[in-house]
């Protein structure tokens, strides 16, 4: 019987849900049926940037959020199945990472907080969801993230190459698939979220498009390597971050008066080359040998700048994105937590405690009922 999941990621830029419908297939793959974006109000969006980099947040407005949340990710999946044609009825499950407010896998005790109120996408669409899977990973002394590996080693590892999967988000992660091999996986740092903070001041965009700001400015290798010189980069797995970390306050403290004197368009063709030596990093870390092949995802692989700067700074491999290889880059995140959503009510682990560092396979998320308040059989 054709199982359909129906994914909803909304990452760390901040800038819409993507809801994926897919297809769960035998070999444990997922065939990517449908797609559609909801993107942010931008009094949201900014709401949301806030609760993500403040240190102290009203319960009332961290609420409200969540309410308010929860309503747009259940629009988003009625959108989607109003595009697709699909009944509710058509549907084994939701999947929802929801929208990551903090992320403090470091602290103690150690938590991670997503907003998003699955029991309304339940309650909004009639279908079982399945929420929260990150908490279980933290509580099992996990760094709760990357959570989309075993989706990209399901997906694209291949057994002729090794292959790394790089996601460019709001932070950049990497999935290194090596034959006969554990998968590793892990946080590089940030990817677009200073990009985009900074493009938003200065150039009044949600997003540099094409990176072509970028483009026109020249990187300022003193600035560059104040940036790098955080402990994190040279940290090793398992590790995880986000933008409470990687926040503009970050930049400032980091980078000084240089935000001051520097051309604009300098600093964010700075921030485009911190993304691409982070990546840099994170792969020479894992192996001297490059991969022969680095499968791009996320809204950055339609940045072209940084496109032709990563392979400009990996010229033994063919650099390309994964729409090559069945799922476009915007479709990959949604589909992962799809997959995750299968792997739960199947009573199968999601996490891979070599990636995490969690004390073993761990079963993820909770799983809420359809809008009658009973679950659904397949």
Request: hydrophobic share 35%; with cysteine; aromatic share 6%.
């Amino acid at each position: 019987m054709t199982e359909r999941y129906i994914g909803l990621m909304s990452g760390t830029s901040r800038d819409g849900i993507d809801a994926v419908l897919t297809e769960a297939l035998d070999d444990g793959r997922m065939r990517v049926l449908d797609h559609c974006q909801l993107g942010y109000p931008d009094d949201l969006a900014q709401e949301l940037a806030t609760a993500a980099t403040t240190e102290t947040l009203r319960y009332e407005q961290l609420g409200t959020l969540d309410a308010q949340l929860g309503t747009l990710f259940g629009r988003a999946v009625l959108a989607l199945l109003d595009q697709s044609g699909l009944p509710s009825a058509a549907i084994r499950a939701i999947g929802s990472h929801g929208q990551t407010v903090h992320h403090a896998p470091e602290r103690d005790p150690a938590f991670t907080w997503q907003i998003g109120d699955p029991f309304r996408i339940a309650e909004i669409t009639g279908i079982d969801t399945v929420a929260q899977f990150r908490p279980r990973d933290i509580a099992a002394g996990g760094q709760g993230a990357p959570l989309a590996c075993g989706f990209h080693a399901a997906q694209f590892a291949s057994a002729d190459e090794t292959r790394a999967v790089l996601n460019l988000g709001g932070i950049g992660n990497i999935t290194w698939l090596a034959p006969g091999r554990a998968v590793t996986g892990f946080d590089c740092g940030p990817a677009n979220t200073l990009m985009d903070d900074w493009n938003r001041r200065h150039q009044g965009t949600a997003f540099d498009h094409e990176g072509a700001w970028a483009r026109s400015g020249q990187s300022i290798p003193d600035l560059l390597t104040a940036l790098l010189d955080d402990p994190f980069f040279e940290r090793p797995p398992p590790k995880s971050t986000g933008p409470e970390y990687f926040s503009p306050a970050w930049l400032r403290t980091r980078a000084g008066d240089a935000l001051d004197r520097a051309r604009s368009e300098d600093i964010q063709a700075t921030l485009a080359e911190l993304t691409i030596e982070g990546v840099r990093r994170a792969l020479r870390s894992v192996d001297d040998t490059p991969p022969a092949r680095l499968l791009v995802c996320g809204g950055g692989a339609h940045n072209t700048y940084l496109m032709e700067r990563l392979r400009q700074s990996q010229p033994g491999t063919r650099v390309e994105t994964t729409t090559g290889h069945g799922v476009p880059p915007q479709q990959v995140e949604g589909a992962a937590f799809a997959w995750l959503a299968a792997r739960t009510l199947a009573g199968q682990a999601g996490n891979l405690p070599e990636v995490t560092g969690a004390r073993g396979p761990r079963v993820l998320g909770c799983i809420i009922p359809g809008g009658t308040g009973r679950s659904r059989t397949p």
